[in-house]
């Protein structure tokens, strides 16, 4: 079954706060672990063109700390890390984002809801530190978010 989905929109909410937006055509519980499982993430969350993600390291818990990855093609590499505040499956997840040093701690909420077969997700994220941020936002996150539609069509349609 092939449903049309609305592109990635990216609403600026405050001075330091931006909802991200897609609907997907599978049940939420699909798009969730998309979200929250290694062997998910590592074939779609890869931000610019070139990344690949080697480290993704999950506990999915209130308390839990999660650890992300990437290298690119040229050897560089950049890795984030937070805390899970509230896991709620499969309804939603809030967590912080660190990229270390002088950057600032962000806190994240994310939803998912479903009405007849298409989950709509909800990235909401506080204490953004300037405009470039944001369209690096609506950059990688409408990039990353095709790529994770075509990888969940490919796995919901598999016999």
């Known amino acids: 079954m092939s449903v049309t989905t609305r592109p990635t929109t990216l609403t600026v909410l405050s001075d330091e706060e931006i909802a991200i937006t897609r609907d997907f055509a599978a049940p939420r519980e699909l798009i969730f672990d998309m979200h929250t499982r290694p062997e998910h993430l590592t074939k779609w969350l890869l931000g610019p063109e070139g ?19 990437w290298r690119n093609v040229d050897g560089d590499e950049l890795e984030m890390t937070g805390e899970y505040r509230e896991v709620v499956r499969p309804e939603r997840y809030v967590n912080t984002e660190r990229w270390g ?34 369209r690096a936002h609506e950059r990688d996150w409408n990039r990353m978010f095709n790529i994770l539609a075509d990888y969940t069509e490919k796995r919901s349609t598999r016999p």
């Open 101 to 134: 040093g002088e950057w600032p701690e962000t806190l994240i909420t994310t939803t998912f809801t479903e009405q007849d077969g298409v989950t709509t997700v909800v990235f909401i994220q506080r204490d953004l530190w300037d405009e470039d941020a944001f």
């Open 51 to 69: 990344w690949t993600m080697p480290t993704c390291e999950i506990d999915l818990r209130p308390g839990g700390a999660w650890h992300f990855g």
